[in-house]
């Protein structure tokens, strides 16, 4: 066999069994709603189910990104979103599992704004962001979009400890000395490495998109944003 | 914005008092090849207030279901195992005019990204959601697609009713004031303004919004404009610097092969299509393209691999034809590939049983490559089906096709069937020169190049006679008698351009003169019809709908 056709043999494997894997996951919602439905009390032992269930699905998901961007030809499937849209598409799908949690989610976005990016991509980001947000923040998140200086700034905010010093430091280094991040020994590194190929792979008008992480959220916790590279102008003139 | 706990109460509170994005009195289906799957789409529709949901489990049964009853609510796996794939289904449902405008057609697929390569840009669904999904995630898509059609209703309307400067006045009219939909609406007009060809305002429109954003459509459209004002090598630049910045662009590959087939640069198309077909190796068209470009340019592995994807992907969709079968033939047989020949010509007669005008070329083939190989008795018998499909279709079977038959037939030595069919292209073609002088050609190359010659002539002597008179007639203001005798022409010649659409004219001015009548509307329709059907459409044909159009308002 030769490699070309290997490959494709793997690639097909690969979508057949992410497909086949993702139907599981569609019963496995499918029967915890139900179950939900019926018992409240029941319902409750079962959110963290449904939160593991999006975080096989994310994995799978970025790991499915992360082979294809690693693959020959790979290009961005970008077109211009608006971004109350999307970030409202995340919190509805977002709501169940913390309300589940109690923890509160709050969308701070002005109308109208839009911005070209890979939509699939991006949102693996923010969902990878809400997902530690959601791990480490005491009662709520804030998904917060602005323009500045022709970027558009995606972050996710909570009100818990925040980012432990080391990590913000590993992260200012990495990025200062442009080193690769290590992904052997920790699932926070694969987030990271993942969100920070996916921003370098958003390029637009000369300018490069990147991601940054603070304890500077105005609720007390961390803060990661997304910086996309975007048009000075929102809307077009006919 | 919103604060997204309460959020999920509200937006079904609000969707439940909204009626026109209430789901309680819609036609719901749920295409899926797992019944799990079903029941779990369902139930997650349940709080929207469904009521009437069909299941279906595969391509053929959707068709079916969509075909009889007119739903408002789609919602199609893409991956539906064996069969037709979900893309396929939509096609084919639009094709056929099956699915109405105001239908939201969701596609549920495996991936979140890579839909542009799914299907054709021409046929899109509503959205796409990506598996697993929430109830959450399905009732904020199905809300924000319903608010969309509604937006756009009047303007898909007038689209689907085909009145196009409707359609442009209502757009026109909507962007004037921003909304949500700008884009969208920008889009359909860009569009639109290239489908009625009013070049020279596409232009302005696509450049000026090009000058504010970099927007892939307006590139694409102002290349499609170029191409049109036959600026090729401009329309080449714009499309290519298209592919390279949005590698899933797949429309812009096939366009700038267009262009550079008019610049003569067939290495180069070639190219383009098979960086298209490798992309997105599904659509049959592109694969046929490529394969019949790739022949002609010498390359007889790249044509068969084309053909051969056509065939695969063409099983089990609606556009599979003749056309993929016939190119694999001639690469077989140029190859000397004798047995494969054969079981592609009978793979292709299996395939296309339902179609007479494809069946026809392929048992037509499978007769030529028998005679070839000094088969005389297999090649008589194929013949013999032949003819029986052709006598059986008369009138819907494509002069390119009832051609090729009588040069097989002449070649057999089929004297009586090659005769008739030569008198019958001679008189229904009487006024294209093209396809007769090609007449000409075949009947050149056998032994009875003197009669035949003859027939053709004396049958478009007679039929051109009776046109001019006819055209004579009218011209002297005897309309009656003119549409008269025209009639009694196309009678002879039933596929005649000629006859059809004087016919119609003729109908057309005499409603015009004595006010609209059901009969003479009728018969202009009729001969419209029939000069659509012999595939035989030009610039008069749609100027004659139009008039028609107009008289029965």
């Known amino acids: ?238 | 914005m919103s604060n997204a706990d309460i959020l999920m109460g509200a937006h079904l509170r609000k969707v439940r008092g909204d009626p026109q994005l209430s789901i309680a009195d819609r036609q719901i289906l749920i295409i899926d090849d797992f019944s799990d799957m079903r029941i779990a789409a369902r139930r997650m529709l349940r709080d929207l207030g469904e009521e009437n949901t069909d299941f279906a489990s595969n391509g053929k049964d959707a068709i079916d279901k969509i075909q009889r009853t007119s739903y408002d609510i789609i919602l199609c796996d893409y991956n539906l195992g064996d069969g037709k794939d979900g893309h396929q289904v939509l096609e084919e449902a639009h094709y056929m005019g099956f699915i109405k405008p105001s239908c939201l057609f969701i596609m549920i697929t495996a991936e979140t990204s890579r839909h542009r390569v799914l299907g054709a840009i021409e046929c899109q669904p509503d959205d796409y959601i990506a598996k697993p999904f929430t109830k959450e995630l399905l009732q904020h898509r199905l809300v924000k697609a319903l608010k969309k059609k509604d937006a756009l209703m009047d303007i898909y309307e007038a689209m689907f009713a085909k009145r196009l400067n409707k359609a442009i006045e209502i757009a026109e009219h909507k962007l004037t004031s921003k909304s949500r939909y700008t884009l969208d609406i920008a889009k359909l007009l860009g569009s639109f303004y290239l489908r009625s060809k009013q070049y020279e305002k596409a232009v302005e429109f696509f450049q000026k919004i090009l000058a504010q954003k970099y927007m892939p459509w307006a590139k694409f459209g102002l290349g499609q404009v170029y191409y049109h004002l036959e600026k090729y090598t401009d329309a080449v630049v714009l499309f290519d610097e298209l592919t390279d910045e949005c590698k899933y662009y797949m429309e812009a590959y096939d366009w700038s092969a267009k262009c550079n087939l008019a610049l003569n640069n067939k290495i180069e198309a070639q190219k383009r299509l098979a960086a298209a077909a490798r992309i997105s190796p599904k659509t049959i068209s592109r694969q046929c393209e490529l394969g019949e470009l790739a022949k002609e340019n010498g390359e007889l592995d790249i044509a068969g691999s084309a053909y051969r994807a056509a065939i695969q992907y063409g099983t089990h969709s609606c556009f599979k034809s003749s056309k993929e079968y016939l190119g694999m033939n001639d690469v077989l047989l140029e190859r000397g590939d004798t047995l494969k020949v054969l079981s592609n010509l009978k793979e292709a007669r299996d395939q296309l049983k339902e179609n007479p005008a494809d069946l026809l070329q392929v048992v037509t083939a499978t007769a030529d490559v028998h005679a070839g190989k000094d088969g005389k008795v297999e090649a008589n018998k194929f013949l013999g089906q032949a003819e029986k499909i052709y006598q059986e279709n008369l009138g819907s079977i494509p002069d390119k096709a009832a051609m090729k038959l009588a040069a097989t037939a002449l070649k057999l030595d089929n004297v009586k069937l090659g005769t008739t069919i030569v008198s019958s292209l001679a008189e229904n073609n009487h006024d294209d020169d093209v396809l007769l002088s090609k007449l000409r050609d075949i009947v050149n190359e056998t032994g009875h190049a003197d009669e035949l010659s003859e027939i053709i002539n004396k049958s478009t002597e007679a039929l051109r006679a009776l046109n001019k008179e006819g055209i004579r007639l009218a011209e002297s203001g005897k309309l009656k008698e003119s549409l008269e005798l025209l009639e009694q022409a196309s009678e002879k010649a039933p596929n005649s351009k000629a006859f059809n659409l004087n016919a119609a004219l003729a109908c057309i001015m005499l409603m015009k003169q004595n006010g609209v009548d059901d009969q003479l509307l009728f018969k202009a329709k009729r001969h419209l019809d029939r000069v659509q059907k012999a595939g035989k459409v030009n610039k008069r044909h749609a100027e004659l709908t139009k008039m028609l159009e107009a008289l029965k308002k």
Do not use: W
């Open chain 1, 1 to 238: 066999m030769t490699s070309d056709s290997q490959k494709k043999h793997f690639e097909a494997a690969l979508a057949l069994t992410i497909h086949d894997v993702k139907n599981s996951l569609a019963l496995f919602l499918d029967r915890i709603e139900v179950l939900q439905a019926q018992d409240e009390i029941v319902g409750k032992k079962y959110a963290d189910f449904k939160y593991e269930i999006k975080r096989v699905n994310n994995n799978l998901v970025r790991l499915l990104a992360l082979y294809k961007v690693g693959a020959e030809n790979f290009a961005l499937q970008d077109d211009f979103y608006y971004i109350d849209d999307f970030l409202a598409e995340i919190a509805a799908e977002y709501a169940a599992v913390l309300q589940d949690k109690s923890i509160k989610l709050i969308i701070d976005c002005p109308e109208g704004l839009n911005c070209k990016m890979d939509k699939g991509l991006v949102y693996g980001v923010l969902d990878n962001a809400i997902n530690n947000a959601a791990r480490y923040t005491c009662s709520k998140i804030i998904l917060k979009a602005l323009e500045k200086d022709g970027f558009l700034i995606l972050s996710v905010e909570d009100d818990g400890k925040g980012y432990p010093e080391h990590m913000l430091m590993e992260n200012q280094q990495q990025e200062r000395c442009n080193t690769d991040i290590d992904v052997s020994n920790s699932t926070t590194g694969l987030g990271l490495f993942f969100s920070r190929i996916v921003a370098g792979l958003h390029q637009y008008n000369g300018k490069t998109g990147s991601i940054c992480m603070t304890n500077q959220s105005k609720i007390g916790g961390s803060c990661f944003s997304i910086c996309l590279p975007s048009d000075d102008a929102s809307q077009i003139e006919f």
